[in-house]
Structures are given as C-alpha cells and as structure tokens.
C-alpha cells in the first residue's frame, strides 16, 4: 500500500480530535490532581493517609470498570459507550469541583472514575476500526500524545491552577473541554450497530474487577504501611491474585468470557503484551521518581518540578508520530527495541544523579527518555493490533489498557516501596518521611539531601534493570509488518463509513 493511500483522511482526523479530547481529560485527571493533595488535606482539615484517597479511588474506578468496556462496547456500540462516558466524567468533574469534604470528593473522583477508564479504550476502538488495519500505527501516534504528555503536562496544570487560582479549578476545568468533546461526538463519531452476540460474564466480573482493584489497594497502600510484608497488604495483594487467578480460570472455561484469553494465542499480541507490561511497570514506575527527587533532593516547588519534567514530553511529541508511520510500513520489531535502548540508557544515566547534577544534564537524559517512551509505547499497542480480526479489536483494546494500567500501578507503587526501603537504610528510624517534604529548611537539606540523592540513584538501578528485560522481550517481536488479517465472521468493511449523526 503507498503512502497516499496510508494517509489518514478528514473524516478519520475528525475522529481522532473527538477521541483525543476526551482522552486528555482522563489522562491528565491522573496526574493533575496531585500537586494539589497537600492543599486538600489543610482545606478539609484531614492527614494525608485519608486525603491520598482521592488519588487512590479514581485509580481503583479506572481499573474496576476497563474490564466492562470490552462488553459494554459490542452490547450498546462503542459510540454510545463514549459519550456516556465522557457525561460521567463531566458529572463526577463538577460535583468534584463543589466537594464540601474529604469523603464527598473521593467519592465523586470515583464516579469520575467510572467514566474515565472507559473513555481511552473505547475511543482507541472507535479509532481503530476507522481507520482501518493498514493505518492502525498513524493513529496510534495521534492518541499516543496525550497518553504520553499526560504525566509531564498534568503537574504543570494542576500547580498553575492551585496557585494562580483555587483547587476547585483543576476539577472545573474539565466541564468546558467535556461539553465540547460530548458535542462533537454527537455529531461527528461514526454511527455503529450494537453486536451484543456476547452475553456478560457475571462471575468473571465479579472476580476480575475486585481482584484488580484489591490487588492495585495493597500496592497502594504499601508504601504507607510498612512495605509488603504489611499484614494489610499481603491481605490485600494475596486477595487480589486469588481472584484474578480464579478469573483465568473461569474465562477458559466460559464459552462468553468477559476478556478472551484466546487472544493470547496469537504470539505477536502475548509478546506485545508482555513486553507492554514490563514497560509500564519500569517505565511509569520511573517517572514517580524524577519529581520526587527534585522536590525533596533540590527543593523545587510543584510547578517548577512541572516545567523541569517538559523535557520529557518534548521528546515524546517529536518521536510518536515518525513512529505511528513506521508502524504502518515495517515490523514493531525494528522499532520498539530502539526507543527501549534510549529509555534504558535513561535510566543508566539517572542511576548517576547527585544533589548538584546540572539541570541541562537532566534534561538533556528526560528528553532522551521521552524519546525512548515515544518509539516504544504505541508501536507495541500497534503491534498487539495488527496480527487481530476486526471483530476482536474492541476486546483487545480493553485487554492493553488494563495491561498498561495495572502496569503502571504497579510499577508506581514498586518504586515507591524500593525508595522508602533506600532511605530507610540510610536514615536513622523516624526520618523517612521527612525526606519527602519539599519544606525541609535549607540547612537540614544540606545534611540530608545527599544521603536522598544516593537513595534516588539506587532505586534507579531498579527501574534500568526491568527495562533492560523488556528489551530483551522486544527482541522476539516480528521484523516484518504482516499481512492485512482477513475475518470470514465480519461482513462489514475495514474502515466503515463515518456518518455524522
């Protein structure tokens, strides 16, 4: 196929606008709210144990409700599926935004949850199936941006509202986006028949929906309890991977699993997978630690530690969309392993950090991850799609996205026990908290910023090994970008024609 005919046309660019409106208000709402935990706590007057909630239930909604958007998508169509989902989303964004105490925002960040974690993956099906096999990789680029800038731009945000404004704003800024995005997917997404030939798996649901969500608590909740050895979080964890292994089970025997499992049959998706999986745990577990570093080794503020990671998302910009076209005309194989090399020299590079490393050297090696980031994360999800029948790509989007949330989860909490761990072994008993607080006086700093700085460096070594094992993961992925799959159960055209309605 030539390039002209690769090239994506205004109705598929109409599309992805939609799509990409409603996926920066779900991805950014991850990171955004963040910088403004400590100013909700001294608002309500509550600790930072019960106020962290709020970062805690939405991930929790997230990771309970992506399981049903597989179903829910093929039940209803993936259009009706996306606008209630983003109307949710506005609804908990404005209650959010009015929120008289600590537990009536965790609950409403959780019913913003509940819209939130199924706007990426719908939105990633609409795409896909718009665009068509032979275009998966240019799209992929297109929603890869947000996802990607994400966690660099949403600290920016979420401490330029919080000081320039109020907290309320960085819930009320979603209302205007999420009008427009509900408008336009009225009007522009195309219009799908439901295929409801599935029935939902109750039991399946019951146990992979609170198996993941007990399983992302203890991690959670790890580091504030002790590390994993926790009574509360072996409970919790062990809990979790009880059910999800029950739910394996279960789905290889139920002839409608809510996730089929058969999709791991195909060897490009398991090792897309896979390598997705490790990624995200080093990865996005990595990323918790650069802010972290600058806030309690440099004593930056929120915003500027936003402005310091921009870096990062720069490099992301430059190299997903040259990795969307390479993933249209070649094997992922030639292209995932290059940006895990850049993202594991990274991380060998910050295994260097010190409390006086030059911020040029820094992001300088944030840029270089970026890069790294960009050329890995969407040609996997291109990869995982491109071996696929039409009529399985709204159950294998699902199946990513709980692969890359569980991931990150994961890799967040992970680094987070193995820094406490770090500096807990540097620190006499008592002072690892304060090695988190952006406000310790200068002359403590001095004393202690360096005893941090060896702590941060070690927990990098962590992060450049499990990217290291994706890399050799990567390797097995095909050079050579395969042949169009052909679906004898799908009747409809690869690209179905886009109806505004």
């Known amino acids: 196929m030539n390039d002209q005919d690769q090239r994506l046309d205004r109705g598929v660019l109409a599309v992805a606008l939609v799509v990409v409106l409603g996926a920066v208000m779900s991805i950014l709402d991850i990171t955004v709210v963040n910088v403004a935990i400590r100013t909700l706590a001294q608002d309500f007057s509550t600790d930072l144990a019960t106020i962290q909630w709020v970062v805690t239930g939405y991930t929790l909604a997230l990771a309970a409700v992506i399981p049903l958007t597989g179903w829910a998508a093929d039940r209803f169509g993936t259009k009706r599926l996306y606008v209630v989902s983003i109307g949710l989303f506005v609804a908990g964004s404005a209650l959010a935004s009015a929120a008289w105490s600590a537990e009536s925002l965790i609950a409403f960040r959780v ?32 929603i890869g941006v947000p996802i ?3 966690p660099v731009l949403g600290p920016i945000l979420g401490g330029w509202l919080v000081e320039s404004a109020s907290w309320r704003w960085i819930f009320l800024i979603n209302v205007p986006i999420g009008a427009v995005a509900l408008l336009l997917s009225v009007r522009v997404l195309p219009v799908d028949e ?27 909740e790890s580091g504030s309890s002790g590390g994993f050895g926790s ?30 499992l058969g999709l791991f049959a195909n060897r490009t998706f398991s090792i897309a997978s896979g390598t997705m999986i490790l990624m995200a745990v080093s990865v996005f577990g990595g990323m918790l630690l650069v802010p972290l570093y600058l806030q309690a080794v440099r004593g930056e503020s929120a915003f500027d530690t936003g402005l310091l990671l921009a870096p990062q998302g720069l490099g992301a910009m430059l190299v997903v969309p040259l990795a969307g076209r390479l993933s249209d005309r070649t094997g992922v194989g030639r292209i995932v392993p290059f940006g895990l090399v850049l993202a ?35 040609p996997l999800f291109s990869g995982a799609m491109q071996t ?8 294998a989007s699902t199946v990513l996205n709980i692969i890359q949330q569980v991931g990150a989860s994961i890799g967040t909490a992970v680094m987070a026990v193995l820094l406490t761990q770090a500096i807990a072994s540097r620190l006499p008993a008592g002072a690892v908290g304060a090695g988190f607080d952006a406000e310790i006086p200068e002359g403590a700093r001095e004393r202690v910023a360096p005893i941090l700085a060896d702590s941060f460096a070690e927990t990098f070594w962590w992060a450049f090994a499990l990217v290291v094992v994706a890399l050799v993961a990567s390797f097995f992925l095909p050079k050579h970008r395969p042949e169009p799959v052909h679906d004898p159960d799908d009747d409809a055209p690869a690209a179905p024609a886009l109806i505004p309605h």
Do not use: N
């Open 111 to 142: 019913l913003q949850g509940l819209g939130g974690g199924m706007i990426l993956p719908a939105g990633m099906t609409i795409l896909t199936r718009a665009a068509g096999a032979d275009r998966i990789g240019r799209v992929m680029a297109i």
């Open 148 to 150: 990607l800038l994400g």
């Open 194 to 220: 439901p295929q409801p030939g599935h029935r939902l798996d109750w039991l399946g649901l019951g146990l992979l929906s609170p198996g993941l969500a007990l399983l992302i608590y203890g991690l959670a």
């Open 231 to 260: 009574g509360k979080v072996l409970l919790a964890t062990l809990t979790g991977a009880t059910l999800l292994i029950g739910f394996a089970v279960q789905s290889l025997r139920s002839e409608d699993p809510l996730i089929d």
């Open 344 to 378: 594991a020299f990274s991380f060998f590079s910050l295994t260097a950090l010190t409390t006086d490393t030059p911020y040029s050297v820094l992001c300088a090696i944030l840029f270089l991850q970026g890069m790294g980031m960009g050329a890995a994360l969407m």
């Open 388 to 395: 696929l029948r039409r009529s399985t790509v709204a159950r």
